[in-house]
């Protein structure tokens, strides 16, 4: 086992097991942020994992997994609008913290890679996972100002 290996395992144990308890658990708010959180979680660790075990494959699969986990939360922050709009989720705080993580692990990642495709493919993993998180995080939380349901 090397460092990166252990990396991936702390952030899936800390990170997505909490968040798998509570997708399995609570109310709807939290479940719908848990979702959110367990694919933000999940993406870095798979990028850990690729490094740790020399498979650039898996960093695809974490490439796919930040452009549709967003918008999974997307599809339910829409399906689930009417039952949300009374009580909605506020987790900012969880949001910024996993996005701060992304960037953590994309950033070294990127100076660990050597200049070139594999780079640019961790950049834009970086992108996706960051700012689809924090637009999934947004919708959950009562969508944006000025924007009409519907």
Same mark, same amino acid.
């Given at each position: 086992?090397?460092?990166?290996?252990?990396?991936?395992a702390?952030?899936?144990?800390?990170?997505?097991g909490?968040?798998l308890?509570?997708?399995?658990?609570? &109310?709807?708010?939290?479940?719908v942020?848990?979702?959110? %959180?367990?694919?933000?979680?999940?993406c &870095?660790?798979?990028?850990?994992?690729?490094?740790?075990?020399?498979?650039?494959?898996?960093?695809?699969?974490?490439?796919?997994?930040a452009l549709?986990? &967003?918008?999974?939360?997307?599809?339910?922050?829409?399906? %689930?609008?009417?039952?949300?709009t009374?009580?909605p989720?506020?987790?900012?705080?969880?949001?910024?913290?996993?996005?701060?993580?992304?960037?953590?692990?994309?950033?070294?990642?990127?100076a660990?890679?050597?200049?070139?495709?594999?780079t640019?493919?961790?950049?834009?993993?970086?992108? %996706?996972l960051?700012?689809?998180?924090?637009?999934?995080?947004?919708?959950?939380?009562?969508?944006?100002?000025?924007?009409?349901?519907?």
């Amino acid at each position: 086992m090397n460092g990166w290996i252990l990396a991936a395992a702390l952030v899936l144990a800390g990170g997505v097991g909490a968040t798998l308890w509570g997708v399995a658990s609570g &109310p709807l708010r939290r479940r719908v942020i848990a979702q959110n %959180l367990t694919t933000a979680l999940a993406c &870095p660790a798979l990028l850990l994992l690729a490094q740790g075990y020399d498979r650039p494959s898996y960093v695809d699969v974490a490439l796919v997994l930040a452009l549709l986990g &967003p918008v999974g939360t997307l599809v339910f922050a829409r399906l %689930l609008a009417d039952e949300l709009t009374g009580d909605p989720p506020r987790a900012w705080g969880a949001t910024w913290a996993v996005a701060g993580l992304g960037t953590v692990v994309v950033a070294i990642l990127c100076a660990v890679a050597a200049p070139g495709r594999a780079t640019a493919k961790l950049l834009v993993t970086g992108v %996706l996972l960051i700012g689809g998180n924090v637009v999934a995080s947004r919708a959950l939380a009562g969508g944006f100002g000025g924007v009409r349901r519907g």
